[in-house]
């Protein structure tokens, strides 16, 4: 998903002028890109709006993340966007996501990652990420309570750190 400079500003000076400060933030509505490192320190509290359309790399990078909702709307997950991202356990994509990045939920604290039925790009079976057709596994949760996981034989590839 392409961004455009002027959606990227326009988000940057609102998340700036309502006082997020990069611990606890509710994201005014308006915001459509959280950009590329924002949150630098840990954010424990955060509200995120209808109408966000992108969390771009690293967003939630080494953060305290408690709980979070991802909004109808938001159409892509960057790289390393919640990589080491704090006490998350669940965390539901909604339909409207068509893209996650590479390593997206690399050491995180997931127990299980569901899947909005009406995703065209994503499904999860039992609480682990594959894309639509489940050829490919993208993401086990790594706090998933399994002793032994079979692999779907649909399955043809595990992407990189998906275990």
């Known amino acids: 998903m ?26 005014p509505r308006g915001v459509k890109v959280i950009p590329k490192g924002f949150f630098k320190s840990k954010v424990i509290g955060l509200g995120l ?14 953060d305290d993340l408690g709980m979070l909702t991802l909004p109808d709307g938001l159409e892509s997950i960057g ?28 050491l ?7 899947v909005g039925a009406g995703n065209s790009y994503f499904t999860s079976l039992r609480g682990v990420l594959f ?10 949760p790594p706090m998933m309570e399994e002793d032994v996981y079979y692999v779907p034989d649909t399955v043809e590839t595990i992407a990189d750190y998906a275990f």
């Open 108 to 114: 995180s604290r997931l127990q299980r990652i569901d």
């Open 49 to 62: 709006p209808y109408g966000l359309r992108s969390i771009e790399d690293r967003v939630f990078e080494n």
């Open 2 to 27: 392409v961004v455009s400079m002027e959606d990227r500003r326009r988000s940057l000076d609102l998340l700036r002028r309502e006082g997020c400060d990069r611990e606890r933030c509710i994201v």
């Open 79 to 106: 790289f390393r966007a919640f990589f080491n991202a704090g006490t998350i356990r669940v965390l539901n994509i909604p339909d409207s996501v068509r893209y996650i990045g590479p390593q997206a939920f690399v």
């Open 131 to 140: 894309d639509k057709d489940r050829k490919t596994l993208i993401k086990f």
